[in-house]
C-alpha cells in the first residue's frame, strides 16, 4: 500500500547521488544506474523515443529530467521485513515528477520548496486484475447502508421460517452445534442495485459430515452446447430457470430419514452476533433466548455438505413427475417425449436449467416447476446469461451465439512497468505473481466460448509457479488480442441442412528443449451435415467439445506425439 502527500523539501537533507551535468558527465564517480551500465544520460538519449507521447509535450532535453537525481529514500528506524505493522518507505521526488511519473498532476504546481513523498508500506499491495461489478459489501458498505443490510437479513430469515427451514429447539440437548455467518452481496435485479443477503452455516464442522453422501452431478459442458444446438436444429426458443433458494427446496431432513441407507440428520446451529433482535421480530420468535435455545435445521440449509444433493433429489423428482427422463450418457441432460416425438431438451447445473422446446411442452414444464417451487422460478428467453455465459438467439433465424464479452470487461492487463529494463527470463515479484495467476484463471474462464485461446492458457498454466517477465508480457498480449477481437470470437449455433454427422479433428505439438520436451495435444468434436469434404473449401458445423491439453504419454518426437493424440478423442 502507499500514499502520496506534499511536504517542504527544506526539512530533509538534500539526495546524495551524483548528478550528471549538460555534457552527460557526473560530476562525481560514475555510477552504474541500469543494467546495461548506462548512466542516467546515456540511458535518456537512447529510450526518449520509446516514451511515446510523454515526450512531445516537453520541450526537447539532452539531460535527464530532475526527477530522476532527485531521489531520496529515508527507511524508518529498527525496520523488520517480517513485521505486519504499519512499517514504510519514503520515497521523496521533486518538481520534475509532475511531468514525468505522477499520471494524476495536481492542479496547483509545486513551488521550489516542496517535494513529492511516497510512503510504501510493508504490507505490500494489491493490482485488480479482474474488476468485478457486483462484489461482496464492505465494512464501510455494510454501516453506509444499514438499514438496507437490516431489511436484507430480515428477508432471508423470513425465507428460512417460511420455508420450514429451522426452528427453536433447547440448547441443552442440543449435540451437533455449529454457529453461521452473513454473506452480503450486491445484486442486480430489474436493473437495481440492492443488497442480498444469505444465511451460511459453518458446515465444516458438522460431526456428521463425514458419514454424508455429497455427489450432486451437473451438466457437463458438452451437454449444454448439446442443448443449443438441439434448440436451433429444431427451431425452438431458448430458455432459461433459475429456483429461488433452491437448497431450502430441497429433501428435508425428515424426507431423506424415510430413504434407505441414508442417515438421520440432526444439526443445529446459532444465528451470527448480533442477528437475535432481527431474529426475534419474526412470528414465532419474539421471545427467543441466545443462551438458552438454539436453531434445530430441518433442511439442508447453505453451508452443509448434503445441500446439493438433497436438492438435486427433490429436483429429479419433479421433473421425473412432468415426464422428463434423464439420458444414460449425462444423467443432468433431460428430455421430454410427447406424442412419440422429442419436444424438449433441458440441461440442469444446481439450481439453473437452460433448454429448448414446441411451445405446449415448454409451458407444461415451467407451469409445473413454478407450481411445485411456490412460483419461485425466473425464466428468461432468447437472451440472457447462464453459468457465467452470454446466450442470445436471434428472433428471426433463431440462431445462437454464446459468448463472454461481459466478462472480458472485467479483465485489465497486468502493470509490467517495474520490467521495462528486465531481463525478459527473470522471475517476477510475488506481487506480480499473484496477479498472473489471478488474471491467468480470469482468461482461463473464457476458453468455454472462445476455442482459438485454448493452446496459449494451457502453455501458460505450465508457468503459473515461476512466472517470468516474458510470460506476463505473453499474458498480457493474449488478453489484449481477447479485447480487440471483441465480438468475432465466441460460439455460433445456425442449422445445419440434411443428415447430420459428428466429426472429429485432433493436433498434436512437440518442442525438444535441452533437458525435456514440450507435447501439447488437441481436440475439435463437431456436428456437420453429412457432405463431402474437399480440401480449402470452407463448411458450416456446431462446436460441441474441444480441449487443448498437455500430452499424458512420455514422447520425444513430433510423430510420436501425433501417434498418441489420434485416438484420445475416442477415450
Known amino acids: 500500500g502507499s500514499e502520496m502527500c506534499i511536504r517542504d523539501s527544506s526539512s ?46 516537453i520541450e526537447d532535453r539532452s539531460y535527464p529530467p530532475d526527477c530522476i537525481h532527485d531521489v531520496k529514500c529515508d527507511m524508518v528506524d529498527n525496520y523488520d521485513s517480517t513485521s505486519t505493522t504499519d512499517d514504510y518507505v519514503e520515497v521523496e521526488f521533486g518538481k520534475g515528477l509532475s511531468q514525468w511519473l505522477v499520471l494524476d498532476v495536481p492542479t496547483k504546481p509545486l513551488s521550489d520548496g516542496e517535494a513529492y513523498v511516497v510512503r510504501v508500506y510493508a504490507a505490500g499491495a494489491t493490482e485488480v486484475v479482474i474488476e468485478k461489478v457486483m462484489n461482496n459489501l464492505t465494512v464501510d458498505e455494510c ?37 453461521s455467518r452473513w454473506v452480503l452481496k450486491w445484486k442486480s435485479v430489474d436493473g437495481k442495485r440492492i443488497i ?5 452455516v459453518r458446515g465444516y464442522k458438522d460431526q ?20 443449443n444446438f438441439m434448440v436451433v436444429q429444431k427451431q425452438w426458443r431458448l430458455f432459461s430457470a433459475d429456483v429461488g433458494q433452491a437448497f431450502l427446496r430441497g429433501l428435508s431432513f425428515k424426507q431423506i430419514q424415510e430413504m434407505d441407507g441414508e442417515v438421520h440428520r440432526d444439526v443445529q446451529f446459532t444465528v451470527p452476533p448480533g442477528s437475535v433482535p432481527i431474529l426475534q421480530t419474526l412470528t414465532g420468535y419474539e421471545d427467543f433466548d441466545p443462551i438458552r435455545e438454539v436453531l434445530a435445521m430441518l433442511r439442508a440449509g447453505f453451508g452443509l455438505k448434503d445441500a446439493p444433493r438433497l436438492w438435486q433429489k427433490k ?4 421433473l421425473e413427475k412432468i415426464g422428463c427422463r434423464s439420458l444414460c450418457a449425462d444423467s443432468k441432460l433431460y428430455i421430454l417425449i410427447l406424442h412419440g416425438k422429442l419436444a424438449l431438451i433441458m440441461s440442469s447445473h444446481v439450481d439453473d436449467l437452460k433448454g429448448g422446446g414446441t411451445t405446449e411442452a415448454r409451458e407444461l414444464v415451467l407451469t409445473e416447476l413454478k407450481k411445485m417451487f411456490d412460483g419461485e422460478l425466473k425464466v428468461q428467453l432468447d437472451s440472457f446469461e447462464c453459468l457465467g455465459v452470454m446466450h442470445e438467439q436471434c428472433p428471426k433465424t433463431l440462431e445462437i451465439w454464446t459468448h463472454q464479452q461481459h466478462y472480458v470487461k472485467q479483465l485489465k492487463p497486468i502493470n509490467v512497468d517495474a520490467y521495462v529494463m528486465a531481463d525478459l527470463q527473470s522471475e517476477v515479484s510475488d506481487q506480480t505473481k499473484q496477479s498472473f495467476q489471478s488474471l491467468l484463471g480470469g482468461v482461463a474462464w473464457m476458453t468455454q466460448t472462445c476455442i482459438a485461446i485454448c493452446i496459449y492458457v494451457a502453455y501458460l498454466q505450465r508457468k503459473g509457479k515461476a512466472p517470468t517477465v516474458k510470460d506476463v508480457r505473453s499474458l498480457n498480449r493474449l488478453l489484449g488480442w481477447i479485447k480487440k477481437m471483441g465480438t468475432k470470437l465466441g460460439i455460433r449455433y445456425r442449422k445445419l441442412v440434411g443428415p447430420i454427422k459428428l466429426m472429429v479433428i485432433t493436433d498434436a505439438a512437440f518442442k525438444a528443449l535441452e533437458y525435456e520436451g514440450l507435447a501439447m495435444r488437441g481436440c475439435i468434436v463437431v456436428a456437420m451435415s453429412r457432405v463431402a469434404l474437399k480440401t480449402g473449401e470452407k463448411f458450416q458445423c ?30
Request: charged share 25%; aromatic share 10%.
Open 542 to 571: 456446431s462446436v460441441l467439445d474441444f480441449y487443448a491439453r498437455k500430452q499424458t504419454h512420455v514422447v520425444r518426437s513430433t510423430f510420436a506425439c501425433l501417434l498418441y493424440t489420434s485416438p484420445s478423442p475416442r477415450d
Open 196 to 200: 442480498k443477503a444469505r444465511l451460511t
Open 143 to 179: 454501516h453506509k447502508h444499514e438499514a438496507e443490510v437490516r431489511q436484507a437479513i430480515y428477508d432471508e430469515l423470513e425465507r428460512w421460517r417460511k420455508l420450514g427451514g429451522f426452528k427453536r429447539t433447547n440448547r441443552a440437548t442440543a449435540d451437533n452445534v455449529v454457529d
Open 12 to 57: 530533509t537533507a538534500a539526495a546524495n547521488l551524483p548528478i550528471p551535468d549538460t555534457d552527460g558527465e557526473d560530476s562525481d564517480a560514475t555510477i552504474d544506474y541500469d543494467p546495461q551500465n548506462l548512466n542516467f544520460t546515456d540511458y535518456w538519449n537512447t529510450t526518449t523515443e520509446s516514451l511515446g507521447s510523454a515526450t512531445t509535450e
Open 208 to 227: 456428521q459430515a463425514s458419514e454424508l453422501q455429497t455427489y450432486a452431478g451437473t451438466a457437463t459442458r458438452w451437454s449444454q452446447r448439446i442443448v
Open 315 to 318: 429436483l429429479q423428482q419433479v
